[in-house]
C-alpha cells in the first residue's frame, strides 16, 4: 500500500463506537449490563449526544438520560488520563443545557433539578490496560488534597476481546464490537492490507451473526473508516512484532526437537507456558506432554 493511500484518523472506532451504541437497543443493553439493571425494551431512554461542544469545539461518543440519570460513554482506542477533565467539559455543556430549558432561575430560590451523571470510558486500544480503574479527575491536581473541591470519576473499563468476560456475556452488543475489531486486527497480522482486512473482518461477521442487521446496512462505511484510520507504521510495527513472536517459538520449538526439555526452556530461555505449549503445538506435540 502506497503512503499517499494512508490516512490516519484515530476517531474510526469512536465512530463505529458512536453509530453503534446510539442505536437504542444496544444504547439499553450496555447500559443494563455495566448498572446491573433489567430495564424492557419500550424503556424511555432519550439518546442526547452532544454534538458539537461549546467549549472547545469537541464532540462526545454516546450520551443519554434514563431514570432520572445522564449517561456519558466514551470509547477509546488510545489511553488518555485526561478524560475526567473532557468529560467536565462535556457535562457542563449539558448541565447548562438542562438549566436552560427549566423555568427556575439560576438565581433565585427554586433549585435547579439535574439528572445524576455517569462517566464510562470503553477502552479497545492495543496497549497494556486494566480490566477496570476508576479515574479521577483530582489526579490531574497539582496539589493534591485529601477531599478535593471538585471531584469527577470515570470508570474504565477496558473491552478488548477475552476481557470483561462477564460484562461481555451479559451484552452481546458489546461483544461483537469487540469482536469485529479482533478479527480486523488478526487479518491484519496475517499480511492483509487494511481494506481487504476490514472487508473480511465485516463479512465474516455478518456470516457469523456478529453486529449482523448493522453491518448489512453500513457495511460500506464501516469498511471506509477502518481505512481512514489505518496508521501503516503502527501496522508494521504490529507485522514486525508478530514475525519476532514466531520466530521465538520456532527456535523453541527447535530445541524441543533436539532433545531440550520444557525446564530446559523455562530455565534457559524464560519461556512462559504458553510459549511452550505453543512451540509444542508447532511440532505436533500439542497433545503428547514433553520430558520435564
Do not use: W
Not at 443493553?29 to 469545539?57: C, H, R, W
Not at 443519554?64 to 449517561?71: D, E, K, P, Q, R
Amino acid at each position: 500500500m502506497s503512503k499517499e493511500n494512508v490516512y490516519v484518523n484515530r476517531e474510526y472506532k469512536s465512530s463505529v463506537f458512536k453509530a453503534f451504541f446510539s442505536i437504542k437497543e444496544n444504547c439499553l443493553a450496555l447500559y443494563n449490563a455495566v448498572s446491573g439493571t433489567d430495564y424492557p425494551p419500550d424503556t424511555d431512554l432519550q439518546i442526547e449526544t452532544l454534538e458539537n461542544s461549546i467549549f472547545m469545539k469537541i464532540y462526545n461518543d454516546v450520551s443519554f438520560v434514563i431514570s432520572g440519570t445522564i449517561n456519558l460513554y466514551e470509547h477509546q482506542s488510545t489511553i488518555n488520563p485526561n478524560m475526567p477533565l473532557r468529560d467536565l467539559f462535556y457535562i457542563t455543556d449539558m448541565y447548562k443545557a438542562i438549566a436552560m430549558k427549566q423555568k427556575n432561575d439560576l438565581y433565585g430560590y427554586d433549585m435547579i433539578r439535574l439528572p445524576n451523571p455517569t462517566f464510562m470510558v470503553f477502552y479497545n486500544g492495543q496497549d497494556e490496560a486494566p480490566e477496570k480503574e476508576i479515574l479521577r479527575l483530582s489526579d490531574s491536581f497539582e496539589n493534591k488534597t485529601e477531599n478535593p473541591g471538585l471531584e469527577l470519576l470515570v470508570h474504565f473499563i477496558n473491552i478488548n476481546f477475552g476481557h470483561n468476560e462477564e460484562l461481555m456475556g451479559k451484552c452481546k452488543p458489546l461483544r461483537d464490537y469487540a469482536i469485529l475489531n479482533l478479527r480486523v486486527r488478526e487479518n491484519l497480522k496475517t499480511g492483509m492490507a487494511i481494506r481487504e482486512a476490514a472487508t473480511e473482518a465485516v463479512d465474516s461477521c455478518i456470516k457469523d451473526n456478529v453486529m449482523r442487521d448493522f453491518l448489512i446496512k453500513e457495511k460500506a462505511g464501516v469498511i471506509e473508516m477502518h481505512v481512514l484510520d489505518f496508521d501503516e507504521e503502527k501496522h508494521d510495527r504490529l507485522l514486525k512484532e508478530y514475525a519476532g513472536e514466531r520466530m521465538r517459538i520456532k527456535d523453541l520449538a527447535q530445541m524441543l526437537s533436539r532433545g531440550g526439555t520444557e525446564a530446559d526452556l523455562r530455565r534457559f530461555h524464560d519461556a512462559t507456558e504458553e510459549e511452550i505449549q505453543m512451540a509444542k503445538k508447532e511440532l505436533g506435540l500439542s497433545d503428547i506432554s514433553c520430558a520435564r
